[in-house]
């Protein structure tokens, strides 16, 4: 039986063990905001699929409601 002439160095071990790992697929980013979704679903943060406004959701309401309040303290100012 062939027996390997030099025992596996650690470095050469673990380079080669870089490449056994698991990967997460289906995974995109959405077009309209960003954030990291299921392919061919609906985005949960904007309610956005294929560039189109398709459900309303409480986190987009959230963000939509967050910048009007901004610019109200910056005038009391
Ligand atoms: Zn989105």
Same mark, same amino acid.
Do not use: W
């Given at each position: ?17 870089? #490449? ?5 697929? +289906?995974?995109?980013?959405? /077009?309209?905001?960003?954030? %990291?979704? $299921? =392919? #061919? ?5 904007? +309610?956005?699929?294929?560039? /189109?406004?398709?459900?309303? %959701?409480? $986190? =987009? ?11 109200? /303290?910056?005038?009391?100012?």
């Amino acid at each position: 039986m062939a027996v390997p002439f030099r025992r596996t160095s650690k470095t050469k071990k673990r380079m080669r063990r870089t #490449h056994q790992k698991l990967e997460v697929e +289906g995974l995109v980013a959405c /077009k309209n905001c960003g954030a %990291t979704i $299921k =392919a #061919h679903n609906i985005c949960p943060e904007c +309610g956005y699929y294929d560039g /189109k406004k398709v459900l309303e %959701t409480k $986190k =987009a309401k959230a963000k939509e409601e967050k910048p009007a309040e901004k610019p109200a /303290k910056a005038k009391s100012k």
